[in-house]
């Protein structure tokens, strides 16, 4: 069958979608997209030199600081590790495996397909069939210095009808490439956290693979606050209908910060549902946040229903925001889709009022980007780990503003 | 000892198109707590001006004269100095701040203010009490900041806080303006319930005499070209009501009381329609 790949705005108007890209003025200029721009077709590959080398030019490379992101590039063998510490409640397993004996999503460029082919082991979380976990999991990954290029795996397997919190916690310092592997079996539901809280000096690539059952559930929230350079891609693959995932995120750039976070939703079966909802605050000279939001709603996939949400707060003139929404639809016989992106700016008026009321300038730049970021973390509905999370924010926000 | 804020001889310049342009002239002015002041005045006059400069809004610059508050200097302090030190502002213009809430905000400013964090039982209470004295629905306390609040909500919100604050001096510019009767009187009596504590001077600036009819000043100065023109007792207002400001050399658009002129924010590049 010929792929009707029509542009966005068309599909959208076909079929009833939303749209609303209120994109502001302050965003700069991500170059135009076209219906050119959108990729024909996207690279699935276990081996690294399918993708070569990038150059910068590639879609997918353009924002992000290839210079800086060398060291992992460079793809130097390497066995240094991070340090695992973890708190399992019964019943739930993490063990070390083979790679090439765990199968899962393939890599979707060259530093994850370098991290699976580099790292050896994978670290494997195991939630069995029908249970039912009301602690979280806890799993922290310490880096031990950034001089040393870490490949890793990791894989979270919820069995089927399993539930379960995994949080994943990343510190320290370290050059860190990998895959994290999310596997959500028939009628499962995670609630995924990933929080990068890395040191200023990490790199940090990865690529959250996520492969949906029949039914199965996936929340998933990204908290970005720590690291150099830190570019996330989250894939979610629907294998059967009825998967249902929220994809959250919030992050917050410093002086000098790249944090790139790339989206991929492929709903190729029927009756899925997907929602994104990212923010980013930035401030300071060289603070950068990249969202690219895709969306991909193939011919199979009727009565899909999508919407992505882009937010981003500029605290600063020169930080820049880029945001790139794309959603590509194959079919009318869709339940909804749509998405939004806008930047805006905490600007001068807004701080002089909250001063004018007592409050300090940097208390008061705090107690927005607080609020900013409480709306998606409140989302989570899971009250301590909401707490947690802010309280992880507050800690970055005091010491960014003080 | 009744705390006093004292204005001499202030000029205020805005930068307007890469030029400095003087908008203040010479303001003299004391008021002391428990007084109030009416200052009225045309559109354009510099009312906003006086206030903005009071409260410490930094595109506006002073370039001479003084403003103290029992005789420490005002200008010295930061706007977040002078909100503590009990300078209160209400704006015109009150500003939305996305992802704050009311309550949140509230709190904080309280906090600020008063140099602790009020007890949260005790904290709760006050803001739903004074929450209801302004007839403001409670659901408001969990909106972001001024955020889709119509005119007369955001000038209840200002309101609001005068009375959680309860500063030393309060600017209220043009608070009645954009309210209907009832919104008016609410707000207003508000605005008396400060005043009858004798511990706040108000500085009441407005366009129009109607709001006179709820809060009596003790002085009027009739406000002209950046500076006070003329002052008086209550009296002058009925006299602008009358007259207008006409006898000041003003091309009156409207007389000072009466008919509403439609008043919103002025954008830059965009003429206010005569
Ligand atoms: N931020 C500003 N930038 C440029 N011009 C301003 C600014 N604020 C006030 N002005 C100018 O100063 C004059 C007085 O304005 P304002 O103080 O708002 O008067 P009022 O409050 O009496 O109506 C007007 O000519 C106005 O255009
Ligand atoms: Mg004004």
Known sequence: ?402 | MTSTLEIRDLHVTVESDGADKEILTGVTLTIRAGETHAVMGPNGSGKSTLAYAIAGHPKYTVTSGAITLDGEDVLAMSVDERARAGVFLAMQYPVEVPGVSVSNFLRSSATAVRGEAPKLRLWVKEQKEAMARLEMDPAFSERSVNEGFSGGEKKRHEILQLELLRPRFAVLDETDSGLDVDALRVVSEGINRVRESGETGVLLITHYTRILNYIKPDFVHVFVRGKIAESGTADLADELEANGYAKYGVEALAPAGGRSLPTGPVLPGVVSPA
């Open chain 1, 1 to 402: 069958m010929a792929s009707a790949l029509s542009t966005e705005r068309e599909a959208l108007k076909a079929t009833g979608g939303v749209m609303d890209g209120a994109i502001a003025t302050n965003v700069k200029p991500s170059t135009p997209r076209s219906p050119a721009d959108v990729r024909p077709e996207r690279i699935r590959s276990a081996d690294p030199d399918v993708f070569g080398v990038p150059t910068g030019r590639e879609e997918e490379w353009r924002f992000t600081p290839l210079a800086r992101l060398r060291p992992l590039l460079d793809g130097a063998v390497s066995d240094a590790r991070l340090e695992v510490t973890s708190t399992l409640p019964d019943g739930v397993e993490l063990v070390g495996v083979p790679t090439a004996e765990v199968d899962v999503p393939l890599p979707v460029d060259r530093l994850a397909a370098l991290a699976l082919q580099r790292c050896g082991s994978s670290l494997v979380l195991r939630v069995p069939k029908g249970l039912e976990l009301d602690e979280p999991v806890v799993v922290r990954l310490a880096g031990t210095g950034p001089g040393h290029v870490v490949w890793g795996h990791v894989v979270v397997e919820l069995a089927e009808q399993s539930r379960a919190t995994v949080v994943l916690e990343h510190v320290g310092s370290a050059s860190y490439a990998a895959v994290v592997s999310v596997l959500v079996g028939d009628g499962a539901a995670l609630q995924l956290v990933q929080v990068q809280n890395w040191a200023d000096d990490t790199l940090h690539a990865a690529h959250v693979a996520s492969r949906l059952g029949r039914d199965a559930t996936l929340r998933s929230t990204q908290v970005t606050l720590g690291g150099s350079l830190v570019r996330v891609t989250e894939t979610v693959d629907f294998t059967a209908p009825g998967g249902d995932v929220e994809l959250r995120g919030v992050s917050f750039a410093d002086d000098g910060q790249h944090l790139e976070h790339r989206l991929l939703v492929d709903h190729s079966v029927p009756h899925c549902r997907s929602r994104v909802t990212y923010k980013s605050a930035l401030q300071g000279e060289q603070a950068h946040t990249v969202w690219i939001g895709d969306v991909l709603i193939r011919a199979a996939a009727e009565g899909t229903d999508t919407y992505e949400l882009n937010r981003n707060l500029l605290l600063t003139p020169e930080a820049r925001a880029d945001s790139v929404p794309n959603l590509e639809i194959e079919t009318g016989e869709i339940a909804g889709a749509g998405h939004a992106s806008a930047t805006g700016r905490f600007d001068d008026e807004q701080l002089f009022y909250l001063m004018a009321r007592g409050i300090p300038a940097d208390a008061a730049r705090r107690m927005v980007v607080r609020g900013f970021f409480a709306e998606v973390v409140e989302s989570i509905g899971v009250p301590d780990l909401e707490e947690r999370l802010m309280a992880t924010i507050e800690t970055e926000l005091e010491r960014a503003f003080t």
